[in-house]
């Protein structure tokens, strides 16, 4: 190899990797549910769990769920996972989505996320934040990986239907303060549920690079699972505070 040749090589590996277009590719995508279902189990000290297959409107999707199965949609087809028993309104259920989509047969995953609800049960608990990261190049403007706040957002009522209510719930009725309330927000106000807080941004060593890079399957998995753990962290921190 000639010394242009080694320079030029020399500055290609020093680049960072170009954002995909399609998304991040994963040999199987079945596998890789399984892989997440892990760590997640090993995080909350579950019995059990495991990858559900749902279909969402942005299209294929895994979600993590227990066993017994924890839902908080009305249709129940989006699970979560328990994180916090709920001693009066603070019970906490994480959902740990991976969205992704075929291309030639090949899997690529396309949104990552996790979503903390807190409540007195899974059916009248509100979003409060979420871990995302987001692959493609279209969302390279955002920090990636990056939380977005939700508690407080306008037009994301707390649930109040508690049918089919789990055994943490000590009564059926709607207690006065799960009643369904939204936050009055000024029009001049602005949304903090659009505002993507950075979590592994580069500053201190470069100006601009404000995304980490999660290269490969198992860095993407214990990206996750440093998430769960964290998240499970400061909830009980908050408890004991």
Known sequence: MTRRRQAVAARRSSEPCPTPVLGFRVEKIAN????????????????????????????????????????RDEEQRFAVLLIREPTARDGAWLEVAVDYEWERGVAYITHVSLK?????????????????????????????????????????PERVDVTGAAPWVAQPATAPWAAATETPTAD????????????????????????????DEKSLVNWISGCVAYIKAQLAHRRSA
């Open 188 to 215: 001049n106000e602005r949304d903090l549920s659009h505002f993507h807080f950075a979590m592994s941004a580069t500053w201190q060593h470069a100006q601009g690079h404000h995304s980490g890079q999660i290269e």
């Open 32 to 71: 890789f549910g399984k892989s997440v279902a892990s760590v997640v189990q090993r995080q909350l000290e579950m019995s059990f769990a495991s990858a559900d297959e749902v279909e969402t409107p942005r299209g294929p999707s895994l979600r993590i769920r227990s066993n017994p199965r924890i839902t």
């Open 116 to 156: 903390l609800y807190v409540g007195p049960a899974p059916a009248s608990s509100a979003l409060q934040f979420r871990a995302e990261w987001d692959p493609r190049s279209e969302a390279s403007s955002h920090a990636q990986p990056h939380w977005n706040i939700d508690a407080g957002r306008p037009g994301t």
